[in-house]
């Protein structure tokens, strides 16, 4: 229901049809597709077949197989319905996942992330981290092998998604994603 529901609705056209993909179940010609994956120490995992993929069948998320790109259309389509513009996510819904749910507490995280010139997390919304007083939307989060962030203005029409092939890779991934945000990069 998930992936008729709401995956295709993004046209996920490089997440082979948006599948959640189970072990052994991603072909040669979606292995073309991703990035391989790296260690800590920028060391290849090994992953040359379709039976080497590392997967977490306890966490639905870790299972979504994307490209950059199509990490991308997930938060333009919000970015897009707060401007009130036709797409997969109603205006409504968008309104709801940028309205503060919890307030997320300052952290040595949270003072890493502002030294580097990006507005941390200040709250939650509705699975997106809120920041700069709501006025900017995103996610940081990766899994084993993959880092990614995405940081949109909810006003503007300005951000930058950022997906990376390295293990715990936010030293790479977040400098990356703050001079593209300092460049003010159109999305829309």
Known sequence: ?????RIEDFACADSPGGELFQAGSISKA????????????????????????HVYSEAAAARLWTT??????????????LADRRGPVPPR???LMVEPQAEIPASEDTDA????????????????FLADGGRRFGHLGGNHG????????????TGAVVMSDLDNGFEVV??????ALADGIPTT
């Open 93 to 95: 819904v968008a309104s």
């Open 174 to 179: 977040l400098p990356v994603l703050a001079e």
């Open 146 to 157: 993959f880092t990614a962030a995405l940081d949109l203005s909810a006003v503007d029409g």
């Open 30 to 53: 979606v292995t073309a597709l991703v990035a391989l994956l790296l260690v800590d120490d920028g060391a290849p995992l090994g992953m040359c077949d379709s039976t080497d993929w």
């Open 1 to 5: 229901m998930l992936r008729t529901a």
């Open 113 to 128: 992330i502002r030294s580097l010139g990006i507005a941390p997390p200040e709250a939650m919304g509705l699975g997106l």
């Open 68 to 81: 950059p790109v199509d990490l991308a259309r997930f938060p333009l389509s919000v970015q897009r319905a």
